[in-house]
C-alpha cells in the first residue's frame, strides 16, 4: 500500500478579490520507503500542497478530495489524531528556517518539543535525544544551547531536518529545503537529507523549483503548473526526456546539476504561470507554450498516459508528437545568459 495517496485535492483560498483555485485536482502517491519530487515555477501551488498533507493551511483554505495517509485521511481526521500524526506520521521542513524557528528559544529546546509533546519522556530524556538529533544533522549536541540567530543559514536548515526527525515520522515533506542556501550548502544539505531518510526509511516528498535537484535524489517526479500536476513520472526519465512542454522548459531553465551560474539565472521561459483567478481557457500553459496548437484554447488536458509508468496533460501526448530529446538542448537565451 501507498504510504501517502492524494486524490483529487483541491485548495481553494477566499480572498477579498473571490476565490483563488491554487490547487486544481491533484493526485499523487509515494510508496513506503520512496521519494517523490514535486516541481514547478513559484506560484504554482506547490507550498499549497505541502501544506495540505499535513492540514497546515490557513482558514481562508476550502479543501476537497482526500488525503490519506497510511490509509488515514489527514482532512476528516479529529483534531487531537491530527495532533498525534504530525510530527510522528508526517513531519515537514519549511523553506526558510530562519522564519520557523521561534528567535527567543534555544534550539535544543525546540527539538526537544515536539519529543514532549507526543509524551512518554522526561524533560531530560527529550534534551539528550535532542542533542542526538544534532548530531545526526552534523551538529555538536553543545549547539542546543545556541540561538537560531547564531547559526548560519545551513545550519538552521541542519536544525529544521533534527526537529522534522524527532519524533521517527514515516514522512517527511521538505518544501524547498535548500533554496534560500548557497550553491555548496545546498549540495551537502541534500546529501544529509539523502542519507537521513535512506538511514531510517522515511518516505520524502521534497519540493523544488529546480527539476536537476529532484531529479538527482528523487524516485518519481511530478511537475505541477497553475495547481496541477501536468506532468508525472520515473524521475530520470522525466528529466532526462520531459513530455510536457512545461517540463522541456522547466528542465532547460536548470540545465546543469551543481552549475551555480545557470542556477542563478533560471531562463528559457518567458513571463509567468497565470493567476489562479484568471487562467485562461483551455490549456493553462497555452499562452507560454511554444507548440501550442488551434485545439489547445478548446481543450483543457488532464494526465493522460505518456509511455510507461508516466503520464503528461498535453493532447500532443495523445497523437504521440511529442518529441523528446531535443528538450534537453537550452534555448540560446540561456546559454548566454549563463556563461
Ligand atoms: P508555490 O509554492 O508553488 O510557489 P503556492 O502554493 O505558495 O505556490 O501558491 C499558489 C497560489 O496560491 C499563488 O497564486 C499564491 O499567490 C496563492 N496563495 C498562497 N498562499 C495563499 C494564501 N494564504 N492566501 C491567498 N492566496 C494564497
Ligand atoms: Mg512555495
Known amino acids: 500500500m501507498n504510504y501517502l495517496e492524494v486524490n483529487d485535492l483541491t485548495v481553494t483560498y477566499r480572498t477579498q478579490g473571490g476565490p483563488l483555485p491554487a490547487v486544481r485536482g491533484v493526485d499523487l502517491t ?18 499549497t500542497v505541502a501544506l495540505a498533507l499535513l492540514r497546515l493551511l490557513p482558514k481562508s483554505a476550502v479543501l476537497g478530495g482526500r488525503v490519506l495517509l497510511d490509509g488515514e485521511d489527514v482532512l476528516t481526521m479529529k483534531w487531537g489524531r491530527l495532533r498525534a500524526v504530525r510530527w510522528a506520521g508526517a513531519s515537514i521542513v519549511f523553506q526558510g528556517a530562519m522564519h520557523a524557528l521561534n528567535a527567543v528559544h534555544r534550539i535544543g529546546d525546540q527539538i526537544a518539543e515536539p519529543i514532549l509533546l507526543h509524551g512518554g519522556v522526561t524533560r531530560a530524556e527529550a534534551a539528550r535525544r535532542a542533542g542526538e538529533l544534532l548530531e545526526q544533522v552534523g551538529l555538536p549536541a553543545a549547539r542546543a544551547a545556541a540561538y537560531p540567530h547564531e547559526l548560519s543559514g545551513g545550519q538552521r536548515q541542519r536544525v529544521m531536518i533534527a526537529m522534522a526527525l524527532a519524533c521517527e ?12 542556501l548557497d550553491v555548496m550548502i545546498q549540495a551537502q544539505i541534500l546529501r544529509l537529507i539523502d542519507r537521513l531518510i535512506g538511514d531510517h526509511g522515511i518516505s520524502m516528498v521534497m519540493i523544488s523549483h529546480d527539476l536537476s535537484v529532484l531529479a538527482d535524489t528523487c524516485d518519481r517526479l511530478a511537475v ?41 539565472n533560471p531562463r528559457g521561459l ?15 500553459f497555452r499562452p507560454r507554450c511554444g507548440v501550442a496548437e488551434e485545439r489547445c484554447a ?36 540561456a546559454v548566454e545568459e549563463t556563461r
Do not use: N
Open 30 to 47: 509515494v510508496e513506503p520507503g520512496s521519494k517523490l519530487g514535486i516541481a514547478g515555477e513559484s506560484g504554482c501551488g506547490k507550498s
Open 298 to 333: 478548446h481543450v483543457d488536458p488532464t494526465l493522460w498516459p505518456a509511455g510507461p509508468g508516466r503520464r503528461a496533460a498535453c493532447v500532443r501526448v495523445l497523437d504521440g508528437t511529442v518529441e523528446a530529446p531535443a528538450a534537453r538542448t537550452a534555448p540560446e537565451t
Open 224 to 264: 505541477m503548473y497553475a495547481g496541477r500536476v501536468v506532468e508525472e513520472g520515473p524521475a530520470a526519465e522525466v528529466f532526462a526526456a520531459p513530455r510536457h512542454p512545461y517540463g522541456q522548459a522547466l528542465g532547460a531553465a536548470f540545465p546543469r546539476i551543481g552549475d551555480p551560474a545557470s542556477r542563478r
Open 270 to 284: 518567458p513571463g509567468d504561470p497565470p493567476d489562479p483567478a484568471a487562467l485562461p481557457s483551455g490549456c493553462s
Open 169 to 180: 515520522p514515516r514522512l517527511i515533506v521538505a518544501d524547498e529545503p535548500t533554496t534560500a
